[in-house]
């Protein structure tokens, strides 16, 4: 079974930067969409952007402008890069590989903490 490993999460000021890394244990996921998500205390896990295996991207609306998604096959790698953060952008960030709807290559990661703070 494929496994992602999340990383790249820190504190960061409102306003600031980070970027995130996804790296999968597989090669052959660089064919299949790969997807962000994020879960704050209390709340669903959400989707926030995704990446096909030809490039193409999709944003929810609450990030576009602000965060980019893009990959590395070479690296087997997803990036999340999100700029402009603010406090609702804070959550605990995870990486996966939808199957469907509700479904998924993986089981989840322990995920990459983003706190935003002054």
């Known amino acids: 079974q494929v496994q992602f490993v999340e990383s790249g999460g820190g504190l960061v000021q409102p306003g600031g930067s980070l970027r995130l890394s996804c790296a999968a244990s597989s090669s052959i996921f660089n064919i299949y969409t790969v997807a962000w998500y994020r879960q704050a205390p209390g709340n669903e896990r959400d989707l926030v952007a995704q990446i096909t295996g030809g490039g193409a991207t999709n944003y929810v609306d609450s990030v576009k402008g602000r965060f980019t998604i893009s990959r590395d096959n070479a690296k087997n790698t997803v990036y999340l890069q999100m700029d402009s953060l603010g406090p609702e952008d804070a959550a605990v960030y995870y990486c996966?590989?939808?199957?469907?709807?509700?479904?998924?290559?993986?089981?989840w990661g322990q995920g990459t903490q983003v706190t935003v703070s002054s």
């Open positions: 996966n590989a939808p199957r469907g709807p509700t479904s998924f290559f993986s089981d």
